[in-house]
Structures are given as C-alpha cells and as structure tokens.
C-alpha cells in the first residue's frame, strides 16, 4: 500500500501532497542558484527526492543545508553509482576478497547510514509510537509488525527501512538522465513545456500528478529515459527447482535477464538507438509501454517503489521545466546502459522562462 499507491487510492493523494509540498521548498532552493552560468543540480535534486520519501515514509523531513542529511544523501549516491557499475563480484562471489577496499567503502557507506536513520528517525518513532492507533507512516508499520511477528529481527526491520528510503537515489539519478536527455534534445524540452503549460494554464500553479494522464509525452520521455538506460544483465537466484521453456532451472542456479536485447534490439524496437520519446504513445495519444519493456522487471521481483519512482520523478522533471529553460553547463557525460549518474556529475545552465512565450 505504501509503496505501489493506486491511483483513486487516498494513499496516491498522500503521494501528491507530499510530494507537491517539497516540490516549494525544492524550489526555493534552486530559487539561490545564479542563472546562466553552470551549477551543479544533482545535490538539491537529490535532497528533494530524500525527503520526500521521508516525509511519505517517516513523517519527517530535513533542512538541504543539514550537514547529516547532505552527508548520508550522498553516501546513498556513492552507493547507488557503485552498485550499478557491473563489477565481476556481482555475479561471481568468489571474487569477494579481490573486492575488499570496494566492499570497504560500501560497509562504510552503510553504517553512516544506518547511525544517521537510527538517531534521527527511528528513535523519535519508538518514543512515540502508540501500538494501539493506526500507524502514522511506514516507519510505524514496520515497528508494529516487528512487536506482532515474533520470526521478525530488530536488524531485518531496519535494513527494509534503509532500502526504501534509499529508493530516492533511482529518482534523483533518474531525474538527472532525464535533464541529460533534455538539453541533448531541446525540441524534447518543448514538447515537456507545452504539455506543462497546457495543464497549468501557463504557470498559473505546479504540476501535480492528477495531471499526468493530460500530459503522456512527459511520461514517455521517462519511458524512454529508462529503455536507453537500464542494465544490459540483471543477475537473480532461482529459489527453487523449475524450468524456463522446458530447460531445467536448478534452485541456487544464477540467472541472467538480458534486458540489454529487450530494451535495444531492432527485434523489438524501431531505430532502438534512437531517443524516441513517442514510441511509448499510441494513436489515441495515451501512454503504451510493450509487454517486453520491463524496466523494474517482473513478477515477485518486480521493483515495489516503482510507483513512487514514476510519480516523484514526474513532478520534479515538469516543475524543472516549467521554470527553466535548461541548457549545458559543462560536458553531458552518461554511461550506456546504467541507470547510475556519477555523484560529481554534469553541471547546467538555468535561464528563468519567458512566461509570456508561447
């Protein structure tokens, strides 16, 4: 429920109010940055996503300028990049202790997380959990589930904490791929912008995302961002003994989803190298996306932020767009097929919109 919101749910308006209301503080923040010279996006971008997955999921939120909260948003960064790098020891362990300085930095990484989510989120839940009321957030569910399940550990529940909240980091490096796109592709920036315009009868409030099925072309852009940018192997484990078109699957065995060939292979896709947001856009101009695009895979291993990584990422992408003109600020440098942006990556170039254009 928390994380996959349907639509006419009141958990889908508790998605758009929360994100809507970061989305000022968001951009009071980009609101300090010189125009028409390069700045560096991605650390308020990033900030942005943080909290509003804390707030939706721990009812609180942090100052961009809290040295803690910078501190661990890009340590889940440092480890977002490292863990969508293709490093051999992802899917052959036996290289493990080639790894130690690599898996040393993660550790590290991990625990600063963890000291920053126990002192100054979990804490103040524990103190003021009421185990007989609804709970207020995913925090609690968590905490009142830990008390009822008594096959539940303490360390399990905190580690599913640290993973979701760590689901921001897909957003902002997802967002930042998306602008990468955009200043590429200027004409792609404009067709966002008329769809904006269009639902905020130019500018008079910001998007939100009951708006989202009026504009498919933004959505297609993400889309697409994401068939250009998946993984080319995906690695899993069989839990148990089965078959895939008759070849026996071992329990243990690893297996490999080459979404490589379903996301860029002429089989499948017109000009695949090609970015091509309207490929996603049926003649009705509704959103289609093929039965062999799965960018957050599927079945039990289907991503379960991926509604909350859609809808976040939508508004901060149309409200960027909505006040910006967004141009280069340094070299656009993305790796092929990595979901990952480097932590110091690309700068950009912010020019305040004519609102009177169009």
């Known amino acids: ?13 508790a998605v758009n109010t929360v ?59 440092e480890i977002f990049w490292e863990i969508n790098q293709g490093y051999a020891v992802d899917f052959l362990p036996w290289l493990l202790p080639m790894y130690s300085k690599h898996m040393s930095k993660l550790s590290l990484w991990a ?7 126990l002192a100054r989120i979990v804490q103040d839940h524990v103190k003021t959990l009421d185990y007989h009321a609804p709970p207020r957030d995913f925090t609690d569910a968590l905490l009142i589930h830990l008390q009822e399940d008594p096959n539940m550990e303490w360390q399990h529940i905190i580690f599913e904490l640290e993973d979701f909240i760590g689901g921001h980091s897909a957003i902002g490096n997802l967002v930042m791929m998306v602008l990468a796109n955009v200043v590429k ?15 905020t009868n130019y500018g008079q409030r910001y998007v939100d ?18 068939r250009k940018g998946s993984s080319p192997i995906v690695p899993h484990v069989a839990s148990t003994d089965t078959d895939i078109e008759g070849f026996p699957i071992k329990r243990g065995t690893m297996i490999f989803l080459n979404n490589y060939e379903l996301n860029l292979s002429p089989e499948y896709w017109d000009d695949p190298e090609q970015f091509k947001p309207e490929r996603f856009i049926s003649a009705s101009g509704t959103v289609v996306k093929p039965a062999h695009f799965i960018p957050f895979s599927t079945g039990k291993r289907t991503c379960i932020g991926q509604r909350l990584v859609q809808c976040f990422s939508f508004i901060i992408i149309s409200t960027l767009l909505q006040k910006y003109d967004i141009s280069p600020g340094s070299e656009i440098k993305i790796k092929p097929s990595c979901v990952a942006v ?9 020019k305040t919109r004519n609102k009177n254009q169009n």
């Open 1 to 13: 429920m928390y994380c996959s919101p349907r639509f006419t749910s009141l958990q889908y308006a």
């Open 19 to 77: 994100g809507c209301n970061e989305l000022e503080v968001f951009v009071r923040e980009m609101e300090k940055f010189p125009l028409n010279e390069p700045v560096d996006v991605k650390p308020v971008v990033l900030a942005a996503c943080a909290n509003m997955f804390m707030q939706y999921m721990c009812s609180t939120s942090f100052p961009y300028d809290d040295k803690d909260f910078r501190k661990i948003v890009r340590d889940f960064d």
């Open 111 to 117: 625990a600063n997380i963890r000291e920053f989510i």
């Open 185 to 199: 592709y200027p004409e792609i920036a404009a067709k966002i912008q008329e769809e904006v315009d269009s639902v």
């Open 209 to 226: 995302l009951f708006d989202k099925e009026a504009m498919p072309y933004t959505e297609a852009v993400l889309w697409e961002t994401l």
């Open 342 to 350: 480097a932590p110091d990556c690309f700068k950009l170039i912010l």
